[in-house]
């Protein structure tokens, strides 16, 4: 009767870890690429992408990219997104890719996917990126600067189609401390699952931590439920 007792006893434990630890999530097999916001690189990427990896991402599935011209027009880095794409897709061998984009990278996303083959791309995470433009890109710089401008040819081209083709799985993450996304709700998307995350910088939300779970969780689980 004690040996019964002391497996009842362990059984019973284990439940009660079971209920109260998370159970780790399990790494997705499908590639990803990061693509960087307007004057950035792969290395404002590296803290996300050592993240991805350390979560249990092969380094060969986690690709960041860095734009020939980093303030260069949307429509160009549509076509480098593309071209990265396709070498992360004949590198892993897989049929689809996931995108993860930070800033006015997305713009560039959504431009990528007006074009592209839905079927390549799998999911979409949109990090901070001004859907309907920024004030603050009347103080920026280069071909892109135009483009961001809230009420550009390019932001109306762009929001005048579906956000993503169908098919596409996407969600966006946001902070309420964001002084690069004027007005804030411009990083949002109308029909699209939306987290706000208290309360990194527009730059900083490559590197937090509850971004990066939601990133994680969206890659590993698709978005869930609405309001989680």
Known sequence: MRRFARVLGVVACALALSATVPVPLPPTSVPVLLVPGWFDTDRDLAALRIRLISAGWSSDYVESLSFHDPTGSNVDHAAEIAAAVEVLRARTGAPQVDLVAHSMGGLATRRYLLDVDAG???????????????????VAFGKARDEMIPGSPFLDSLNARPAVPEGVEAITIRTPMDTAILPGESATLEGYQDHQVCCPTHAGLLRDLEVFRLIRRFLSDGPGPVGQ
């Open 120 to 138: 390549r791309v799998r999911r979409v995470v949109f990090v901070g990126t001004p859907h309907r433009g920024t004030l603050t890109a009347y």
